[in-house]
């Protein structure tokens, strides 16, 4: 398993384990890219969730891979001025919303993204690892 995380334990805007999601994942939405595999659920999502209250960071205005395993990527977009650090497993949190969302049984590619309050959002998709 290959996993490429940026993780930082910064005390800039730190953000609670319990994201306030703003609304339902929206599937197939992320313009320009592939779909991502199932590996995110059976490795990705598990590898963010046992980091438990590490942070994973990312800068102003950015997508920052967080985690990437079988050619799909999970990211922290960041649509602030400012950075912003989040709790792992709770990205992780938001890529479980993201694959119970849009996980169709008739094929094994998905992608979608799921924003939370806060300026920042959770994107699955696939990714060169």
């Not at 977009?77 to 694959?99: K, L, S």
């Not at 119970?100 to 094994?108: D, H, K, L, Y």
């Not at 959770?122 to 690892?129: F, I, P």
């Amino acid at each position: 398993m290959k996993f490429s995380a940026i993780i930082a334990v910064a005390s800039a805007a730190l953000v609670s384990a319990q994201a306030q999601w703003s609304g339902d994942a929206a599937c197939g939405r992320v313009e320009g890219a592939n779909a991502a595999s199932h590996t995110i659920a059976t490795e990705g999502i598990p590898y963010l969730r046992n980091l438990g209250g590490t942070n994973c960071h990312a800068p102003p205005r950015f997508c920052q891979r967080v985690s990437c395993s079988g050619g799909s990527g999970i990211f922290l977009c960041n649509d602030n001025n400012n950075d912003v650090n989040i709790r792992c497993e709770t990205i992780g949190e938001g890529a479980a919303r993201i694959f119970n969302a849009c996980n169709g049984n008739s094929t094994p590619y998905f992608k979608g993204q799921q924003f939370a309050a806060g300026g920042w959002n959770v994107v699955v998709r696939a990714s060169d690892c």
